[in-house]
């Protein structure tokens, strides 16, 4: 009887979750990452939502460490390696791109979920939805008033079951004009998120947006998995409080 083979090694997956950060060296889930590529040319270009074709390499820090690597030639140096070619070009303006393609992406994000459907603008819209548990997500504008924001904070809190806590919807950084833009509504001011699908998807593009910028308080993606994208929750009610807690301090 012939003894049984070893089973061949399992190749890694590729197309897997986790990716380094070329910078740190730290392995973190993709999605916290941003990915770059490089055009024929040579030219190291952003690909945040990682759609280009071709190789990429993924770096996981914020846009002030990200300068310092781009002004100190670590960044370059790192791309050398990563690329396998010396002969690439990294543009002055890249931090600016990946910032405006983050900003971008969010506001693409935002758009969407109005189409489909799932957010609701308008205070007392807000307000109705957040005092029945029907709000996964809230989001204010960076001019919105205190007031107004603390008055949808208290109906999420009912809504949630949280009264007491320090549970609050997270402010985003964009005024109500870009807002009312991104949705195509007049005047939006603050904007619930009502699925918690939907409340998931928002906040992932969010936070990475707020983190890379540094609006907010919060982890880097290099240092640690992230957090502040929404858990799967049993309700609406659940889901406001993982998301909210988890986005006010921009933990994605």
């Known amino acids: 009887m012939k003894a049984a083979l070893p089973p061949k090694p399992v190749k890694p997956d590729k197309d897997g979750p986790e990716r380094k950060c070329v910078l740190t060296g730290d392995k973190v889930d993709r999605a916290a990452l941003i990915r770059l590529v490089l055009s024929p040319e040579g030219e190291v270009l952003a690909d945040v939502r990682a759609k280009a074709p071709g190789r990429g390499a993924w770096i996981g820090v914020d846009r002030d460490a990200l300068q310092r690597a781009l002004d100190s030639g670590k960044l370059k140096a790192a791309l050398f390696r990563a690329f396998r070619r010396r002969d690439l070009t990294v543009s002055a303006d890249l931090p600016e791109q990946i910032e405006r393609q983050l900003e971008r992406a969010a506001l693409d994000r935002l758009g969407l979920e109005a189409r489909a459907s799932t957010i609701v603008t308008g205070g007392e819209r807000i307000e109705a939805a957040a005092r029945a548990g029907k709000v996964a997500l809230l989001l204010h504008a960076t001019d919105a008033g205190e007031d107004g924001?603390?008055?949808?904070?208290?109906?999420?809190?009912?809504?949630?079951?949280?009264?007491?806590?320090?549970?609050?919807?997270?402010?985003?950084?964009?005024?109500?004009?870009?807002?009312?833009?991104?949705?195509?509504?007049?005047?939006?001011?603050?904007?619930?998120?009502?699925?918690?699908?939907?409340?998931?998807?928002?906040?992932?593009?969010?936070?990475?947006?707020?983190?890379?910028?540094?609006?907010?308080?919060?982890?880097?993606?290099?240092?640690?998995?992230?957090?502040?994208?929404?858990?799967?929750?049993?309700?609406?009610?659940?889901?406001?409080?993982?998301?909210?807690?988890?986005?006010?301090?921009?933990?994605?």
């Open 149 to 252: 924001n603390r008055k949808l904070d208290q109906a999420l809190r009912v809504g949630s079951d949280a009264e007491g806590s320090g549970l609050k919807g997270l402010v985003i950084a964009a005024p109500r004009t870009i807002l009312s833009s991104a949705l195509g509504r007049e005047n939006v001011v603050h904007v619930a998120v009502t699925d918690p699908g939907a409340a998931r998807r928002v906040g992932d593009v969010i936070a990475r947006w707020h983190r890379f910028i540094g609006f907010g308080s919060g982890e880097r993606p290099c240092e640690t998995v992230p957090q502040g994208s929404i858990a799967a929750a049993a309700s609406p009610g659940a889901a406001a409080t993982a998301a909210n807690e988890g986005l006010t301090t921009v933990h994605e």
